[in-house]
């Protein structure tokens, strides 16, 4: 066994020990510090049953065409459940189009997908699963198959859904995962223990200056929002700031009246978001076919930003800094007036987004080094 294989077997037990406190018991006042709370589960044995499985299904790479692809792939723990690359890439090497989102606090948005495409964890499940640029399997009936054909299946279903092998169904697969994504919340950065945890040591000045120009003049926490008692750092709203739409300006004509008449005719073009870069850069236009939401994604969350590079849909963005560099500027052609910092502001409001790294999403991202 690598050095790499046994830190993320233990990433896998700690991730699912972490988790299985917050389905059984909400959100404890120090994993969950600064998260928006949820009412404990009325049913934990069975919610801990069905995560349990989900967390098997993420990891196991026989449920892709060629056995070489799991979602832990592009979702890698001790890459802050994404995998550092600009864009993702699935079976027989295929590169997508999209930038791998990390799925910590993932079951806390509103939508998923950086266009929003689906509304929940379960809608979204297995659609990589039948992308041929991801997984690649030709249907949802042969994922079912794979499963039904091992026996370490068993128990798992058993215990969730009270099934066997024989009666089980996509949208069971669909819940599991999704149970498994819920239980990877994670709270308790330095940001929070100073924010909703008053302790006033937790970060540096120069953080703390940095919070009062993201909350200000910097006008980040306009999208990023912070409330009172908790803060995703998303308005899960969908917004432009043009990056790609520069490649397709010229064919912009075409390519939005393809994808609105295939949409319209029902055709199956869901995966070509993930492997086609034209329609990739449609944006939220792909879900609503209406021309003002060209080019516009959805808020991400910036907890645990500094461990989540590269940046934007497309991992166009390699670093903070440079995303600093590119939302200035984003800044300043909305309002029409210039956003000016100076470099120790910038540093200010650098050191500010390096303090939402949860104590958890550090520690896996720190494993990793040791390899």
């Keep these: 066994m690598t050095v790499r294989a046994s830190i993320l077997g233990l990433l896998q037990v700690a991730t699912w020990s972490i988790g299985l406190s917050l389905v059984a018991y ?3 006042s120090q994993i969950g510090l600064g998260l928006p709370s949820h009412p404990p589960s009325t049913d934990a044995s069975r919610d801990n049953a069905m995560a349990e499985l989900g967390q098997k299904l993420f990891f196991d790479k026989r449920l892709s065409a060629d056995g070489s692809i799991s979602c832990a792939s592009c979702h890698q723990p001790d890459r802050a459940f994404n995998d550092s690359q600009r864009t993702s890439q699935g079976i027989n090497g295929c590169v997508g189009a999209r930038n791998t989102p990390s799925l910590l606090n993932a079951g806390l948005m509103k939508t998923q997908f950086w266009d929003g495409r689906r509304a929940s964890l379960e809608a979204q499940a ?3 699963f039948v992308n041929p640029c991801e997984h690649g399997l030709a249907s949802q009936t042969e994922l079912i198959r794979l499963i039904q054909v091992d026996p ?3 128990a798992g279903f058993r215990q969730a859904f009270s099934v066997d092998l024989d009666a089980v169904e996509g949208e069971q697969v669909a819940r599991a995962l999704a149970g498994y994504l819920r239980t990877l919340p994670v709270g308790n950065s330095p940001f929070d223990r100073y924010y909703y945890g008053d ?14 120009l993201f909350a200000g003049r910097a006008q980040c926490s306009t999208c990023h929002q912070i409330g009172k008692e908790s803060a995703t750092f998303s308005d899960d709203q969908f917004h432009s700031l043009h990056i790609g739409l520069g490649a397709i300006e010229n064919r912009l004509a075409t390519i939005t009246q393809e994808t609105a008449k295939a949409q319209r005719e029902g055709r199956p073009v869901n995966s070509n978001v993930v492997s086609d870069r034209d329609v990739a850069e449609l944006g939220r236009f792909f879900v609503t076919l209406d021309p ?17 590079a590269p940046y934007m849909h497309d991992g166009s963005v390699g670093t903070l800094e440079q995303a600093i560099e590119q939302e200035i500027y984003y800044r300043t052609a909305q309002s029409g007036r ?13 050191n500010f987004l390096r303090v939402l790294t949860s104590t958890t999403a550090q520690w896996f991202w720190n494993a990793a080094d040791h390899e």
């Design 26 to 28: 909400g959100q404890p």
């Design 126 to 128: 297995l659609d990589p």
């Design 152 to 154: 370490t299946y068993i």
């Design 199 to 212: 302790d006033q040591t937790a970060i540096s000045p120069s953080a703390k200056r940095g919070l009062t």
């Design 292 to 308: 003002s939401d060209i080019g516009r994604y959805r808020t991400p969350s910036l907890r645990n930003v500094a461990v989540s």
């Design 338 to 350: 210039p956003l000016i910092l100076t470099p120790s502001e910038k540093t200010d409001l650098l």
